[in-house]
């Protein structure tokens, strides 16, 4: 089981650039959120799918979107990239019904220039 | 909502020495608790979860944490600290299996010879 995997591990953007972030959850996971975390700071929820939908959302801005796909791997977008959005961002699987436990992937950073 | 509070972004401790790292959660109701840990430029590991099966969890590494309701605490410990356990510590919270987690600010343990 290679766990949680995300593409690419490493990305640098223009400002005002769009970027799509990829993962794929621990086999079995059908739950997928998405987390930004600026350097020294906690990961920040921005939003989770399940069933294909976006199922809750924190607080950041519509430039921040998803799909998740039938298999359960999703994508993160993000339009009209600024300065500020350089981070690590984290995926994170789990089951729905079987745990509260979430696995991480390893991230991609993003810097925008 | 629910929130988690880490006393202390910086904790120094002495190889072989206690380690303590503090945890406050602010919730309206009997909170899933969860400690993670993060080395650089990776994704976040699980050390151990609270579920309300038990107060006091053990988890990986010879860490655990004690929940306790009437301080609204869950501390992290580890009787003796190792150079490998220098990291950043993240408690995280969710209030029930569906919700996400949110998590705190983070405190970076740094061990000495």
């Known amino acids: 089981d290679a766990g949680v995997t995300q593409s690419p591990t490493h990305l640098i953007k223009t400002r005002g650039q769009q970027v799509t972030l990829r993962c794929s959850p621990k086999s079995g996971h059908d739950t997928v959120s998405w987390y930004q975390q600026a350097l020294g700071q906690g990961p920040q929820f921005i939003f989770q799918y399940y069933e294909e939908e976006e199922r809750q959302r924190g607080n950041f801005p519509d430039r921040f979107s998803g799909h998740q796909f039938p298999n359960y791997s999703s994508e993160l977008n993000v339009n009209a990239l600024l300065l500020g959005d350089s981070a690590l961002y984290l995926c994170?699987?789990?089951?729905?019904?079987?745990?509260?436990?979430?696995?991480f992937g390893q991230g991609t950073r993003l810097t925008v220039v | 909502a629910q929130s988690v509070t880490q006393l202390g972004s910086h904790v120094s401790v002495s190889e072989g020495a206690l380690v303590l790292l503090r945890c406050n959660y602010s919730s309206s109701v009997p909170p899933y608790l969860f400690w993670y840990v993060q080395y650089p430029n990776q994704g976040l590991q699980l050390l151990l979860k609270?579920?309300?099966?038990?107060?006091l969890v053990k988890g990986i590494n010879g860490f655990e944490a004690e929940f306790k309701k009437s301080e609204t605490s869950f501390h992290l410990t580890k009787p003796s600290a190792h150079m490998s356990d220098a990291a950043e510590y993240f408690c995280a919270v969710i209030k029930n299996n569906n919700n996400d987690m949110r998590f705190g600010a983070g405190t970076r343990l740094t061990v000495k010879p």
């Open positions: 609270y579920t309300s099966a038990a107060t």
């Open positions: 994170a699987s789990r089951s729905r019904q079987a745990n509260t436990e979430a696995f």
